[in-house]
């Protein structure tokens, strides 16, 4: 039987926390960057401070790289991993903003402590991440083996 890739993909996205993002300032230059995320089915969401560097980047270039692995001590012909390519944008509206935030304190009820400082919430945006294609890396087919994905 075939595996379906999509749905993997999104077994794999909700086993997992932390995912590095690249994105490119507006002189070109390259920056990733480690967040903690929340997904609904492959749409991801994270939250982070609006001055950051990566907030910068998405402002002028909504393009984005990403990649989620698995734990560095998976033996290697189990380890799976995504290699995406999205659109990051910051969430406005605002039940997709309750939506989102319900995500990440569920996933991430540690947020709670950050809800206490009003300062730090005050400079708090949440970024939607919408997939647009990428690669589900499966080595239990072979070594090396990837499934292409569209969105």
């Given at each position: 039987?075939?595996?379906?890739?999509?749905?993997?993909?999104?077994?794999?996205?909700?086993?997992?926390?932390?995912?590095?993002?690249?994105?490119?300032?507006?002189?070109?230059?390259?920056?990733?960057?480690?967040?903690?995320?929340?997904?609904?089915?492959?749409?991801?969401?994270?939250?982070?401070?609006?001055?950051?560097?990566?907030?910068?980047?998405?402002?002028?270039?909504?393009?984005?790289?990403?990649?989620?692995?698995?734990?560095?001590?998976?033996p290697w012909l189990t380890?799976?991993?995504?290699?995406?390519?999205?659109?990051?944008?910051?969430?406005q509206d605002k039940a997709?903003?309750?939506?989102?935030?319900?995500?990440?304190?569920?996933?991430?009820?540690?947020?709670?402590?950050?809800?206490?400082?009003?300062?730090?919430?005050?400079?708090?945006?949440?970024?939607?991440?919408?997939?647009?294609?990428?690669?589900?890396?499966?080595?239990?087919?072979?070594?090396?083996?990837?499934?292409?994905?569209?969105?």
């Open positions: 039987m075939t595996k379906n890739y999509h749905q993997e993909a999104e077994r794999f996205i909700q086993s997992r926390k932390y995912l590095t993002m690249a994105t490119a300032a507006a002189d070109g230059q390259a920056f990733a960057h480690t967040v903690g995320y929340a997904s609904e089915a492959a749409v991801l969401y994270f939250a982070t401070d609006k001055n950051t560097q990566k907030i910068t980047n998405i402002s002028s270039n909504p393009k984005v790289g990403y990649t989620i692995d698995m734990d560095e001590d998976a380890l799976e991993g995504l290699q995406m390519v999205g659109k990051a944008e910051v969430v997709e903003m309750q939506k989102a935030h319900a995500l990440l304190l569920d996933k991430f009820p540690q947020l709670k402590e950050f809800e206490q400082n009003e300062e730090m919430m005050q400079n708090m945006v949440i970024v939607k991440i919408t997939p647009i294609k990428g690669r589900f890396l499966d080595n239990s087919v072979h070594f090396g083996y990837s499934a292409d994905l569209a969105y």
